[in-house]
Nanobody, 125 residues
Framework: VQLQASGGGLVQAGGSLRLSCVTS????????MAWFRQVPGKEREFVAA????????YYQDSVQGRFTISRDNAKNTVLLQMNSLKPDDTAVYYC???????????????????WGQGTQVTVSS
């Protein structure tokens, strides 16, 4: 499974961005797909995850109500719509795929097998 993330950029506070992660490999439809983010000097932190198309979505508390994760299994793509962005959302965002990820570990980066290269999101105040 290979992941290619895109869609990052510079946006003012209150603005929106949509991140996209295109995957290759037939395992996508059964993989847990997630977004994490990382700032220099800090650990990678969970943002959002989804088990399969139409399945339950899980979010970090700080992005609940502002971010939406979705996936299109036909296009092997997972999206992260980010609205009402804040300067604290500034980070490199990574998409991840887990083939054996279970609910209890969905927020743990160690539970994911494959990672995209990251895309920078910068929110100015």
């Amino acid at each position: 499974v290979q992941l290619q993330a895109s869609g990052g950029g510079l946006v003012q506070a209150g603005g929106s961005l949509r991140l996209s992660c295109v995957t290759s490999g037939r395992a996508f439809s059964r993989a847990v797909m997630a977004w994490f983010r990382q700032v220099p000097g800090k650990e990678r932190e969970f943002v959002a995850a989804m088990f399969r198309s139409g399945g339950n979505q899980y979010y970090q508390d700080s992005v609940q109500g502002r971010f939406t994760i979705s996936r299109d299994n036909a296009k092997n793509t997972v999206l992260l719509q980010m609205n009402s962005l804040k300067p604290d959302d500034t980070a490199v965002y990574y998409c991840a795929a887990g083939l054996r990820t279970i609910l209890s570990s969905i927020r743990d980066s160690r539970a994911y097998d494959y990672w995209g290269q990251g895309t920078q999101v910068t929110v100015s105040s």
